[in-house]
């Protein structure tokens, strides 16, 4: 009885979420409303901004920057990463992450990090792994799942999926992070990058992150 009551429980809740996916004016694609994912242990939905007047008021909605440092970078950092966008990174989220084998990675300043950020995304800053020993070099693989052998050598073989991304178009962190990943040979086909960065993920009304409030006096 309690097996049924159960199974019922969950049914109702499973058609629940539906009914609240239906009710979406702006959804993430015409067949989904939200992604669902976990952020400093607590639980985020992931979906677009519902009001349609909504515009951007912070500093992403600047158009220029000085260059250098803020140029243009390149669509294509490396021949061996493979970029992908919005929807890909959606799909990482709400599939790849619960399986803790995959990781989003915000390559930006800490401080910045702390202001905003994609859901679930953890922070390594490019200036804690750009031209860092490779003691410092070892302890963040270690985080990204690589494995030391008995003889010093480096496994890679279980290393996590990881989604790199910095402000967007303009912003070079991601090109100062990636070398090193690929100079200590951490497998190219885990690694992905997302271009449009938290700009791009900003103009399309997604759900981000505070980690810590400005206080305004």
């Given at each position: 009885?309690?097996?049924?009551?159960?199974?019922?429980?969950?049914?109702?809740?499973?058609?629940?979420?539906?009914?609240?996916?239906?009710?979406?004016?702006?959804?993430?694609?015409?067949?989904?409303?939200?992604?669902?994912t976990q952020d400093s242990g607590q639980k985020i939905k992931v979906s677009r901004i519902q009001d349609v007047k909504n515009r951007l008021t912070d500093d992403?909605?600047?158009?220029?920057?000085?260059?250098?440092?803020?140029?243009?970078?390149?669509?294509?950092?490396?021949?061996?990463?493979?970029?992908?966008?919005?929807?890909?990174?959606?799909?990482?989220?709400?599939?790849?992450?619960?399986?803790?084998?995959?990781?989003?990675?915000?390559?930006?300043?800490?401080?910045?990090?702390?202001?905003?950020?994609?859901?679930?995304?953890?922070?390594?800053?490019?200036?804690?792994?750009?031209?860092?020993?490779?003691?410092?070099?070892?302890?963040?693989?270690?985080?990204?799942?690589?494995?030391?052998?008995?003889?010093?050598?480096?496994?890679?073989?279980?290393?996590?999926?990881?989604?790199?991304?910095?402000?967007?178009?303009?912003?070079?962190?991601?090109?100062?992070?990636?070398?090193?990943?690929?100079?200590?040979?951490?497998?190219?086909?885990?690694?992905?990058?997302?271009?449009?960065?938290?700009?791009?993920?900003?103009?399309?009304?997604?759900?981000?992150?505070?980690?810590?409030?400005?206080?305004?006096?």
């Amino acid at each position: 009885m309690k097996k049924l009551m159960m199974v019922s429980l969950i049914s109702t809740l499973l058609l629940v979420e539906n009914l609240q996916c239906d009710d979406y004016l702006i959804k993430l694609t015409s067949k989904l409303s939200y992604v669902m994912t976990q952020d400093s242990g607590q639980k985020i939905k992931v979906s677009r901004i519902q009001d349609v007047k909504n515009r951007l008021t912070d500093d992403f909605t600047k158009t220029s920057r000085a260059c250098p440092p803020f140029c243009i970078q390149p669509t294509k950092i490396d021949e061996k990463i493979q970029n992908i966008e919005e929807l890909e990174v959606l799909n990482f989220i709400g599939k790849e992450i619960p399986s803790h084998k995959a990781l989003i990675i915000d390559t930006r300043l800490h401080s910045w990090f702390e202001l905003e950020t994609i859901p679930s995304a953890i922070n390594i800053p490019f200036s804690s792994i750009e031209n860092a020993p490779k003691k410092t070099i070892e302890k963040i693989f270690k985080i990204l799942g690589m494995q030391v052998k008995n003889d010093g050598r480096w496994d890679f073989l279980n290393v996590k999926k990881l989604i790199i991304f910095d402000n967007g178009v303009w912003c070079s962190q991601v090109n100062h992070f990636l070398p090193t990943l690929l100079k200590y040979n951490y497998p190219a086909n885990k690694i992905f990058y997302y271009r449009s960065g938290l700009q791009g993920w900003k103009l399309l009304g997604l759900t981000t992150v505070v980690h810590k409030e400005i206080v305004k006096k």
